[in-house]
């Protein structure tokens, strides 16, 4: 009977070695991560401006909806605590509606637009390298490019056939994520996101009509994916 307590203590410590070694973070690991990725605006912007009505719109506003997409993230370890990350995706497709505030026209579908937001982040893991659990936050920039800018039919039925531009946008970066060890090369993750996003949006219609906003889309980014370590 006494074999009995001293394999279950061998089997456990066989557990616990394992369990270290396949979390183990070394220099030159790369780590690989795919899943969903969703992207919600906490978003705010200036009053829609329309020059050729006097200016400033009271009331008006513009707001952008959440889209979920292939989320791919990267981690490159310097060493067994910091690392580069790298946040990509498929690109997010948003609607745009506007609120017409004292133009009496309630809230209208305005546009869809798109945009790729890759970000690049330093990495830091706080547990010894040898953990199966590896919580990690980062600070980095973010570059988010809008391409595919269509006006909706529906504000077209109002100010006629437009275009819709969008700016480039440079900003910040913070993440917070986890990786758990599921074998010596497979990991799930969890991360999280806050992008700051700002970016001037101008409409120009056929009937001469302009509308220019400013918006701050500083979006919370949420993702869970399934990892390999390389």
Do not use: C
Request: glycine content about 8%; proline content about 4%; charged content about 15%.
């Amino acid at each position: 009977m006494k074999s009995i307590p001293l394999a279950l203590s061998i089997s456990l410590a066989a557990v616990t070695i394992s369990a270290q070694q396949v979390a183990a973070y070394e220099v030159g690991d790369l780590i690989v991560r795919a899943g969903i990725a969703t992207v919600a605006p906490d978003e705010s912007s200036s009053e829609l401006a329309i020059p050729a009505l006097g200016g400033d719109i009271a009331g008006s506003a513009a707001s952008v909806d959440d889209n979920t997409q292939l989320g791919i993230t990267g981690t490159y370890m310097l060493n067994s605590h910091w690392g580069l990350g790298l946040l990509a995706a498929t690109p997010f497709s948003h609607d745009v509606s506007a609120k017409t505030g004292a133009l009496g026209l309630g809230s209208v579908d305005a546009a869809t637009v798109k945009h790729l937001p890759p970000t690049l982040t330093l990495q830091f893991f706080p547990l010894a390298a040898d953990s199966a659990f590896q919580p990690y936050i980062g600070a980095g920039i973010n570059y988010t490019v809008f391409f595919d800018e269509s006006v909706d039919s529906e504000l077209e039925s109002v100010l006629g056939s437009g275009k819709l531009d969008l700016d480039d946008s440079w900003g910040l970066a913070l993440e917070a994520g986890v990786d758990i060890a599921l074998s010596d090369k497979w990991l799930l993750n969890a991360a999280l996101w806050y992008l700051d996003i700002d970016t001037d949006a101008k409409f120009k219609f056929d009937s001469g009509v302009s509308v220019a906003t400013k918006v701050d889309i500083d979006p919370w980014v949420y993702a869970l994916t399934l990892g390999y370590k390389f």
